[in-house]
Nanobody, 113 residues
Framework: QVQLVESGGGSVEPGGSLRLSCAASGIVFRIAGMAWYRQAPGKQRELVSTITSVGSTTYADSVRDRFTISRDNRQKTVYLQMNSLKAEDTAVYSC???????WGKGTLVTVSS
């Protein structure tokens, strides 16, 4: 049974940082591509970042140079380090096993002064 469990969300002021984690189980993590998505209130879900099994990464233009995706295959966890957060980063962030319909439940990030 595939499970993806996100953590690390919370409230932060503009300019602050958060690190999200997504712990995976039920998959052969070391060969899995993983992705972070986000959905802001009233908006469609958007792709934030991806990381392949060999560590190649992609970023949405809106987060490039501020967010960093990484993975720890021993811990079966993918991370999203978010720096210089802006109000427009406020959203529910979810991780996804790329190419599948497996999603975590998400973690809420609120950026507000």
């Amino acid at each position: 049974q595939v499970q993806l469990v996100e953590s690390g969300g919370g409230s932060v002021e503009p300019g602050g940082s958060l690190r999200l984690s997504c712990a995976a189980s039920g998959i052969v993590f070391r060969i899995a591509g993983m992705a972070w998505y986000r959905q802001a209130p009233g908006k469609q879900r958007e792709l934030v970042s991806t990381i392949t099994s060999v560590g190649s990464t992609t970023y949405a233009d809106s987060v490039r140079d501020r967010f960093t995706i990484s993975r720890d295959n021993r811990q079966k966890t993918v991370y999203l380090q978010m720096n210089s957060l802006k109000a427009e980063d406020t959203a529910v962030y979810s991780c996804n096993l790329m190419g599948s319909n497996y999603w975590g439940k998400g973690t809420l990030v609120t950026v507000s002064s």
